[in-house]
């Protein structure tokens, strides 16, 4: 978060969703008060299957967005796996 924060050239989100619990949640939004910025931040945690099952945060952007957060949470789980696989797979048959 504090690298993405680091491009003033790049345009702030309107919604962060970090994965993880209250923990990553309350780390994010400490990194944006320091900064004061104000970003709403919502915390995806997961099932012991990789499933987004719940998530944290202000329960009014959780209940209008649940829907897009959880596939934008799957989304970016899916590519972080296919992206380590192939790196993975690189140095293994190398």
Excluded: C, M
């Excluded at 504090?2 to 619990?21: C, F, K, Q, T």
């Excluded at 915390?43 to 012991?48: E, F, L, N, P, Q």
């Amino acid at each position: 978060l504090e690298r993405r924060l680091n491009h003033p050239e790049w345009s702030y989100p309107d919604i962060i969703a970090v994965d993880g619990g209250e923990t990553h949640l309350k780390h994010a939004e400490a990194v944006l008060a320091a900064r004061r910025i104000n970003i709403p931040v919502v915390a995806v945690t997961k099932d012991d299957r990789h499933k987004g099952v719940k998530i944290q945060g202000n329960p009014d952007i959780a209940k209008k967005y649940e829907v897009e957060i959880f596939a934008i949470n799957a989304e970016a789980h899916r590519f972080a796996i296919t992206y380590h696989r192939q790196r993975r797979g690189k140095r293994f048959t190398s």
